[in-house]
């Protein structure tokens, strides 16, 4: 039965990505993420709806730290090294979230960007808080947002599709208990078709993240150091979730994947110890 489900969810959303493309830089194969314009718009309304839910922070400091290093990293971004991506011409925006437990940033798409104040002692200095922004960045540059929304509706559509066919192979419609069972399964090896599919996204941004960071003059060997306090600081929180059964990449893959695209980001540091 499994090995049905997971063969008609194979099928199926082969079947729903006909309108595919290769992601910039990295060259995987993607479905084409959505419309840019709509969805710069509403996310534009979800970030002025998101802080209105929120106390900014007003510690002029951090502040300024957030704002010299995301201009910095959006100059890099609209000034892509041997055109490696589009420049995406986004209205950049800067904000800090006063939320001390909360170690985490944002960037949605048209350039909109939230770090709270949880991540500076994790980030520790301007070289830690480039690599976060950087990779946060590397999202919205990426077009990872409208990508995750297309993954959706394909595997919206390859449940639908793979309900029917499962239907006729387990005995018709008739048979509801069966019907519920192998609804049940369809969407829980969807969810972890998207859950991949964000793994891999997020280890894109990673290494995107890395030569943007890289570009706008930060050092990347930062991000090793980041990502094994990032660590520390998960462990004292009670540990994550499965690797599997998480949307982002367990910290040692994260970190053994860093330490692979350094060279290729080094080539792009202008920084005077290489």
């Not at 959303?13 to 595919?20: F, N, S």
């Not at 798409?109 to 200095?125: C, E, M, N």
């Not at 050092?219 to 998480?246: F, H, I, K, Q, Y």
């Amino acid at each position: 039965m499994a090995r049905i489900v997971r063969s008609v969810v194979a099928l199926s959303v082969l079947a729903a990505l006909a309108a595919c493309e290769s992601a910039p830089i990295t060259g995987r194969s993607r479905l084409a993420p959505i419309g840019d314009q709509e969805l710069r718009a509403q996310a534009s309304q979800l970030y002025r709806d998101e802080l209105s839910k929120h106390r900014l922070s007003n510690d002029t400091e951090h502040k300024a730290l957030v704002e010299r290093v995301g201009r910095r990293i959006a100059q890099a971004a609209e000034m892509p090294p041997e055109g490696l991506w589009r420049a995406p011409g986004f209205q950049w925006e800067f904000n800090v979230i006063d939320e001390p437990g909360v170690v985490n940033a944002y960037c949605l798409p048209g350039g909109k960007i939230a770090v709270y104040t949880g991540l500076f002692p994790v980030s520790r200095d301007e070289n830690g808080l480039a690599i976060v922004m950087g990779h946060e960045v590397a999202h919205a540059l990426m077009r990872h947002h409208g990508e995750r929304i297309a993954d959706q509706m394909a595997v919206g559509t390859a449940s639908t599709l793979g309900g029917a066919i499962l239907g006729a192979i387990i005995g018709g419609r008739d048979d509801r208990a069966s019907g519920a069972a192998a609804g049940a399964g369809l969407a829980i090896a969807g969810n972890l078709v998207l859950l991949d599919f964000s793994r891999t996204q997020e280890s894109e941004a990673d290494r995107v993240g890395l030569i943007l960071a890289a570009h706008a003059g930060y050092d990347p060997r930062a991000a090793v150091g980041l990502w094994e306090r990032m660590r520390s600081a998960s462990n004292s929180r009670g540990g994550r979730p499965p690797e599997l059964l998480s949307t982002h990449p367990a910290e040692e893959t994260r970190i053994a994947e860093i330490r692979r695209h350094l060279p290729e980001a080094l080539q792009y540091y202008q920084g005077q110890d290489r």
